[in-house]
């Protein structure tokens, strides 16, 4: 047996690899039985294979040639063969495979451009006439996609498989470890088409854009199309689908979270226009920024962390995009606009939403990139949002304040463990957990909103909403759902996942009156439905009764299968034995009977095992032929139905728009009362002043209460030792103040507030020096965009200014920007170690953590207390720190000598 597999060609396994994902177990070790003796054998024709036996047959065992693996291998008759025949491909040396590809051994762009030199646009190659007339049909059929698209993955339907070729095979072989062999000329890789959308979602993960290219039609398709023709293709037609780049995921099976996936489409000019589009719920958000335009921008670029940029520029771009992270992929959005010819009705009345011309140009670009990728049918459903509307009604937080308070993200390994988020995040749908992020970056400075979520979350409390949570948990994430059946590739099982979910929906509704709560009705969407359809599996049918092609299709595939099953009796009657229908892989209805049975000549043997053979005969050949038509027609209706079916659901978009949004709330709410149960929490008040009794922080639950009183004006000036706790209280009254005006309950006694128009902090110490900024630069761009953009209703958190650089220089920046703030009478927590400072500023609080030294040892008590600390005890801390005991006396000798100057 070792011998045997080593002397077997690297096709023969290929061939393997290939048929045994689809066939059922005990087929799977009878085809093996009945192909080990037979090796792959490219053809010239690409779409076509050759498998030779490797021994004489018996001379019962002819072949007639026939079709094993649709569009992939083939049997034929050897009868004079004495020997064993073994035909493998001969390697193709380095200068064949260079007069070959030439091509690729010296790769150009479209214009001509080689790879690195400047211009090169990596995204297209060249071939020329005389190369690819020297290609095959099928090779020219791959070549002519894939120069288009060069830096894509390219997944190529081949009969039940995908594959992959040349340098794509190689990246698959590389991160996957996917078999790489070669298919005559051409490296190759693939799976089956079942395993399609999880190896999508691999290269996806791993950066890269892919590029469906299907098959328009199968083996008997083509026939049928070739019956009203007289030209004859050598190779069946395909067509480029869609391509999905990181920033257009659609498929919720491409998804590792719950988190919106953006593209970002920007216009640079004078001002900068942006849109930021959702392919998985189809949504564009767009805005114009005209102050701080690249810091701006640099925020919302951050807040909905895009993946992919596509730009145009009227002046130089670069000094922003030299600032952006690499993992950004960024493209010009000119080479697209050979596609803006595109004429949609849709167009011009999307236009009418935009408000300035480049806002309208970035709406073109988008249009004209998606045309690119093959899915402009986005523009059928796409829902258009002007986020100036957001803006005046909620706080934008920044990017350095996102950071510093570590909201999604925490500052040690960037997950969500001693988040804000991850505190307070009880949502049981990825469309509620969204919608809570949402409220979370923006909070409202609206007081009705707010109270309008107050009000909501306290009728909530009074009643059990476990069961309506658990009804909600199972409708799953409606809004991906839902837009995945909107997409380009819509497939019926997301049909029937969507109908699922509306009749969960329905059920929750109901259940939902028993708590006072109500939602948009979806009944006559489901009723309607189900009055026209029938889903069986993930299938979707007509309506038994009605006059459709589908039924009538499906009416006549019985009748032939009828007609089979007649066959068969007659067969057993003249035989006088058993016989049974065998299904092997595309091989249907062999007669399978006992080896022991002598049959007609008219019998011809397609396969046998050890104890049965199969046949075919020419009457049982027609029948099957016809079964198969009919079938690939029954095929083509289904397709023909889920465009009805998608259309007769577009009808109802503007609805389920509605009940997305309402079931995301809900989710929200449901998170804000499961919230306000585990916690000991209270309704904030809001009034004109901060006063807080009993504070704690949300993150951490061991945090000692203490109380913060601003009664001499809006700015506590903040002292005490380093590891005081002095900005932990800083980041607890920040938390507080942000759930208070995301609508939700806060931790402490009682707490009071204005509603804020903004918020803003300056935490801790960081260099850029990638972009050759120091730690002190840092800050004060920090804080120039704290001075610029506040009011007297925002709220600062200022921890330590000026600490970066020299005492007088730091004392002196310090004092400024207190005094500027303090006029412009803004709402300020201001901790320093400059104790000059503290003597300067008169009418603000002033408090300090309070710390107890007993023998030499610092106890801290982390309680806000109203005075001025003197002394910071850095020695102290440093004598915690393990510091040597020499270090820390001459610390201390010559922190008595400076004190005494």
């Not at 503007?654 to 919230?675: A, P, Q």
């Not at 209703?793 to 730091?810: A, C, H, M, P, Y």
Request: with cysteine; aromatic share 12%; glycine share 4%.
């Amino acid at each position: 047996m070792k011998k045997e597999k080593k002397n077997e060609s690297p096709q023969i396994n290929t061939l393997f690899s290939y048929l045994s994902p689809i066939k059922k177990q005990n087929d799977d070790e009878e085809n093996k039985e009945n192909i080990k003796n037979f090796v792959f054998v490219p053809l010239n024709d690409e779409d076509s294979s050759e498998v030779i036996q490797r021994k004489k047959p018996k001379k019962e065992e002819t072949f007639e040639e026939f079709k094993l693996s649709e569009d992939f291998v083939s049997f034929s008759s050897e009868e004079n063969e004495d020997e064993t025949v073994i035909t493998q491909r001969t390697p193709i040396s380095n200068k064949q495979e260079a007069k070959r590809f030439s091509f690729l051994a010296d790769v150009k762009d479209a214009k001509g451009i080689r790879r690195g030199e400047e211009g090169y646009d990596p995204t297209t190659l060249y071939i020329s006439e005389k190369e690819m007339n020297a290609l095959t049909e099928f090779e020219r059929q791959f070549w002519c996609i894939k120069k288009d698209y060069f830096d894509t993955v390219v997944f190529f339907k081949k009969g039940k498989f995908f594959e992959l070729y040349e340098d794509d095979a190689e990246i698959g072989s590389r991160l996957f470890d996917l078999k790489l062999t070669e298919r005559v000329n051409m490296k190759m890789a693939g799976f089956p088409e079942k395993s399609y959308e999880y190896w999508a979602g691999k290269f996806l993960e791993n950066g890269y854009k892919i590029a469906k290219v299907d098959q328009n039609e199968n083996m008997i398709a083509k026939g049928l199309r070739e019956k009203d023709s007289s030209k004859k293709d050598k190779i069946i037609k395909r067509e480029l689908k869609e391509i999905v780049t990181t920033g257009t995921i659609y498929n919720p099976e491409h998804f590792k979270s719950f988190n919106a996936n953006h593209l970002a489409v920007i216009y640079f000019s004078k001002d900068i226009s942006f849109i930021l589009y959702e392919a998985s719920f189809n949504k564009i958000y767009f805005s114009t920024i005209k102050e701080e335009k690249y810091s701006n921008l640099r925020n919302i670029l951050y807040a909905h962390e895009i993946k992919e940029i596509v730009y145009e520029a009227e002046e130089d771009a670069s000094e922003f995009f030299d600032k952006i992270k690499e993992n950004i992929s960024v493209q010009e959005g000119n080479k697209y606009k050979n596609f803006e010819n595109l004429e949609y009705n849709i167009v011009k009345k999307l236009s009418n939403k935009f408000n300035t011309n480049e806002e309208y140009k970035c709406f073109m670009n988008l249009i004209n990139y998606m045309a690119y990728l093959k899915r402009h049918s986005f523009l059928e459903t796409v829902e258009v949002y002007d986020l100036k509307e957001r803006e005046s009604t909620h706080i934008v937080l920044d990017n350095f304040t996102i950071q510093n308070l570590e909201l999604f993200k925490n500052n040690y390994d960037g997950s969500l463990n001693n988040t804000l988020f991850g505190s307070i995040n009880f949502c049981v749908t990825g469309n509620g957990q969204r919608l809570l992020k949402y409220f979370l970056t923006y909070p409202s400075k609206d007081l009705k909103e707010i109270e309008r979520r107050q009000n909501f979350t306290k009728n909530l409390e009074n009643f059990n909403i476990f069961p309506s949570r658990e009804i909600l948990k199972q409708v799953g994430d409606i809004e991906r759902i839902y837009g995945r059946i909107f997409s380009c590739n819509p497939k019926a099982k997301d049909v029937v996942e969507y109908i699922k979910a509306l009749k969960t929906i329905c059920i929750l509704r109901n259940k939902l009156n028993e708590i006072n709560l109500d939602i948009p009705e979806c009944d006559s969407i489901l009723h309607e439905f189900l009055n026209k359809y029938l889903i069986e599996g993930e299938e979707i049918f007509p309506e038994k009764n009605s006059d459709d092609e589908l039924n009538n299709l499906k009416a006549k595939e019985i009748e032939i299968y009828d007609k089979l099953m007649q066959y068969l009796q007659l067969k057993k009657k003249e035989l006088k034995c058993d016989i049974k229908f065998k299904n092997i892989g595309k091989e249907i209805f062999q007669m399978e009977i006992s080896t022991d049975v002598k049959v007609p000549d008219n019998f011809f043997l397609v396969s046998t095992t050890k104890t049965t053979k199969r046949f075919y005969t020419l009457e049982l050949k027609e029948l099957i032929k016809e079964y198969l038509e009919n079938d690939e027609l029954i095929f083509q209706s289904k397709g023909s139905l889920l465009k009805r079916v998608i259309i007769f659901l577009k009808a109802y978009a503007g609805k389920m728009e509605d009940i997305c949004m309402r079931l995301s709330e809900l989710d929200v709410f449901f998170s804000y009362c499961i919230f306000s149960q585990r916690y000991n929490t209270v309704y904030p008040k809001f009034t004109d002043k901060l006063k807080i009794f009993g504070l704690r922080n949300p993150i951490y639950q061991n945090f000692v209460e203490t109380d913060v009183l601003l009664n001499e004006s809006d700015i506590l000036i903040l002292t005490g030792p380093n590891m005081g706790g002095k900005s932990t209280l800083m980041r607890s009254i920040c938390y507080n103040i942000i759930l208070a005006q995301m609508g939700m309950k806060v931790f402490a006694e009682s707490f009071e507030l204005k509603v804020f128009d903004n918020i803003f902090t300056r935490i801790g110490a960081s260099d850029n020096l990638e972009k050759g900024e120091s730690t002190f630069y840092v800050e004060l761009n920090e804080t120039s965009k704290i001075l610029h953009k506040s009011t007297n209703n925002t709220f600062i958190i200022l921890d330590e200014l000026g600490r970066g650089t020299s005492v007088k220089d730091g004392q002196a920046i310090a004092t400024a920007v207190l005094n500027y703030l303090k006029d412009k009478g803004c709402t300020l927590i201001f901790s320093t170690h400059y104790f000059k400072i503290v003597d300067r500023i008169t009418d603000v609080n002033k408090g300090f953590m309070d710390v107890e030294l007993m023998n030499d040892e610092v106890i801290f008590k982390y309680k806000l207390v109203n005075g001025v600390s003197n002394d910071s005890m850095g020695i102290s801390v440093a004598n915690l720190a393990n510091i040597p005991n020499e270090v820390i006396k001459n610390a201390l000798s010559y922190k008595n000598k400076l004190l005494n100057k």
